[in-house]
Structure formats: structure tokens, C-alpha cells
């Protein structure tokens, strides 16, 4: 996978926009083909890019090439670019997710200027994102992130106190509860990596007992699609695949 991202000037503008527009075809019909092959409706599936480090152009580029669905980690440079696309396309060309770790600190923030969080794990988050949306916008769509290989260090509701956290947070007025993200810890082998997707399914048919609306799981990235879809992952999010590899993070 090449590294497009020290795109300068116009003309590698327009490289950068060929090759995303193409990367973007390659992943969609990956994705078509892989829901056949699993026997989904490949309408059923959303395909989220995830964009979190990536230039204004890359986005642009993604969007002239259709791509609606935009996932960003990090809150002041997801916002910065949702205001830059908002002010040249206006409001319906995207839909932004935020799929990051969250400080209650920036959930003001959050609520305000994305359609869906995909990352909610604990109640004083989710109070905060209700608390501050909009009232002349629709109630925000969350998703619960499960940590569903019970990892320590990472993020995510544990399966055991999934329960009473969706309640709670069905039961706020700014939010609309939709579904559950998981990130499992990596896994090369295919079996593997559907055991978690499968566990993720089975805890979403349990709330659905207790819930209506629910209707969303947020699973499978570029490294792990065909497993995440083999089990009902009706959004996948996708980075590297469309947008090439990020530069590492800064320590
Ligand atoms: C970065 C990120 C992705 C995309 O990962 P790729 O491997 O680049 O496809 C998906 N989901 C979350 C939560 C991420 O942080």
C-alpha cells in the first residue's frame, strides 16, 4: 500500500484524488463481493472512511468520488475539517462519526458537530453528549464500544455491565441508541477474528430483547473485513484501504 499523504500543489492533487477515488471503487466492491459471499444484502452495509490524519484534499477527493460517511478520532482536527466541508459543500454531503477515544471535556464539543459517536463507554460521557446536543438537531446516534477480548488498557464498556449502560443511556432525551462498536484485539487468523465479530452479534440480539431501534454494528476495518461481515457488521470502517497509511504518531 503506497503513502500518499505528503501531497503538495495541484498536480499531486490530482494524483491524490485518482487514487482515492479508486481505492474507494477497490473497497466498495470488496465489500459488495464479500457480502454476497456471506449472504448479506452489500445495501446493508455502510462503508464509514476513516479519514483521522488525513488532509482536507484527501476528503474532498473522497467526496466528489461519492463517499458520504466520514469516521475522524481526534476532536479539534475532526471538527476544523467538518466545518471546512460544511462551509464549501453544505450540510449533506457528509455525515461525520467520531469513532476516538473521548474526554468529557470535548463531549460539548461532540455533540454539537457529528451525527453519530460510535465510542460511548461510560454513563458520564453519554450524559454529557445528550446534555449538550442541540435541540434544533435530531438526537445524536451512539453506539456502545464494547470491549469485547476484555483487554485492561482498552477502551470499552466490559460485556457484564453492557446491560444496565444501554438502559441508561436509552433513556437519554439527545440520544439515540443504535448499536455496538467493538475494537478486538488484533487477530491474524480468520476464525479468530470472527469469534470476537460473533460475540459482538450475540450481546446486540440480547439488547435487542430489551430495546427497539437498535440496529448497528459498528465492526470490521481494513484488516479484518471479511470476518466482521461474515457476522452482520452493518458499518465497517475503513482507513488505510482508501486513504493509504498514516505517518506514525508522534511520541
Ligand atoms: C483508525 C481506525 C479505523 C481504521 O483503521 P484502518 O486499519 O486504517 O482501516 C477504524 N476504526 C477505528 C476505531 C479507528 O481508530
Same mark, same amino acid.
Given at each position: 500500500?503506497?503513502?500518499?499523504?505528503?501531497?503538495? %500543489?495541484?498536480?499531486?492533487?490530482?494524483?491524490?484524488?485518482?487514487?482515492?477515488?479508486?481505492?474507494?471503487?477497490?473497497?466498495?466492491?470488496?465489500?459488495?463481493?464479500?457480502?454476497?459471499?456471506?449472504?448479506?444484502?452489500?445495501?446493508? $452495509?455502510?462503508?464509514?472512511?476513516?479519514?483521522?490524519?488525513?488532509?482536507?484534499?484527501?476528503?474532498?477527493?473522497? $467526496?466528489?468520488?461519492?463517499?458520504?460517511? *466520514?469516521?475522524?478520532?481526534?476532536? =479539534?482536527?475532526?471538527?476544523?475539517?467538518?466545518?471546512?466541508?460544511?462551509?464549501?459543500? %453544505?450540510?449533506?454531503?457528509? &455525515?461525520?462519526? +467520531?469513532?476516538?477515544?473521548? /474526554?468529557?471535556?470535548?463531549?460539548?464539543?461532540?455533540?454539537?458537530?457529528?451525527?453519530?459517536?460510535?465510542?460511548? =463507554?461510560?454513563?458520564?460521557?453519554?450524559?454529557?453528549?445528550? &446534555?449538550?446536543?442541540?435541540? =434544533? @438537531?435530531?438526537?445524536?446516534?451512539?453506539? @456502545?464500544?464494547?470491549?469485547?477480548?476484555?483487554?485492561?488498557?482498552?477502551?470499552?464498556? @466490559?460485556?457484564? &455491565?453492557?446491560?444496565?449502560?444501554?438502559? &441508561?443511556?436509552?433513556?437519554?432525551?439527545?440520544?439515540?441508541?443504535?448499536?455496538?462498536?467493538?475494537?478486538?484485539?488484533? /487477530?491474524?487468523? +480468520?476464525?479468530?477474528?470472527?469469534?470476537?465479530?460473533?460475540?459482538?452479534?450475540?450481546?446486540?440480539?440480547?439488547?435487542?430483547?430489551?430495546?427497539?431501534?437498535? =440496529?448497528?454494528?459498528?465492526? %470490521?476495518?481494513?484488516?479484518? @473485513?471479511?470476518?466482521?461481515?461474515?457476522?452482520?457488521?452493518?458499518?465497517?470502517?475503513? %482507513?488505510?484501504?482508501? *486513504?493509504?497509511?498514516?505517518?506514525?504518531? /508522534?511520541?
Amino acid at each position: 500500500m503506497s503513502d500518499y499523504t505528503n501531497s503538495t %500543489g495541484s498536480a499531486n492533487n490530482a494524483d491524490l484524488a485518482a487514487q482515492i477515488g479508486k481505492s474507494l471503487q477497490k473497497v466498495r466492491e470488496q465489500i459488495n463481493s464479500l457480502a454476497t459471499k456471506h449472504k448479506r444484502a452489500p445495501g446493508d $452495509i455502510t462503508l464509514l472512511a476513516v479519514s483521522k490524519t488525513k488532509p482536507i484534499e484527501a476528503i474532498r477527493a473522497a $467526496i466528489a468520488a461519492g463517499q458520504h460517511a *466520514f469516521g475522524e478520532n481526534y476532536p =479539534d482536527e475532526a471538527i476544523e475539517k467538518i466545518r471546512t466541508v460544511h462551509t464549501e459543500m %453544505g450540510m449533506d454531503k457528509s &455525515e461525520w462519526h +467520531f469513532i476516538g477515544a473521548i /474526554q468529557s471535556r470535548k463531549a460539548r464539543a461532540l455533540a454539537q458537530n457529528f451525527s453519530w459517536v460510535h465510542s460511548v =463507554d461510560r454513563l458520564k460521557v453519554a450524559k454529557k453528549l445528550s &446534555e449538550h446536543r442541540p435541540p =434544533d @438537531l435530531p438526537p445524536l446516534n451512539i453506539c @456502545l464500544q464494547v470491549n469485547i477480548d476484555n483487554e485492561p488498557t482498552k477502551s470499552g464498556v @466490559l460485556e457484564d &455491565e453492557l446491560t444496565s449502560l444501554a438502559a &441508561e443511556c436509552a433513556a437519554l432525551p439527545g440520544l439515540q441508541l443504535r448499536g455496538l462498536m467493538a475494537i478486538p484485539a488484533p /487477530q491474524e487468523n +480468520f476464525d479468530a477474528q470472527r469469534a470476537a465479530f460473533a460475540r459482538l452479534r450475540t450481546c446486540l440480539n440480547d439488547l435487542k430483547a430489551t430495546h427497539t431501534g437498535l =440496529d448497528t454494528l459498528s465492526m %470490521g476495518m481494513s484488516g479484518d @473485513l471479511e470476518a466482521a461481515i461474515a457476522e452482520g457488521a452493518t458499518i465497517v470502517r475503513v %482507513g488505510t484501504a482508501i *486513504f493509504g497509511a498514516r505517518a506514525p504518531k /508522534q511520541p
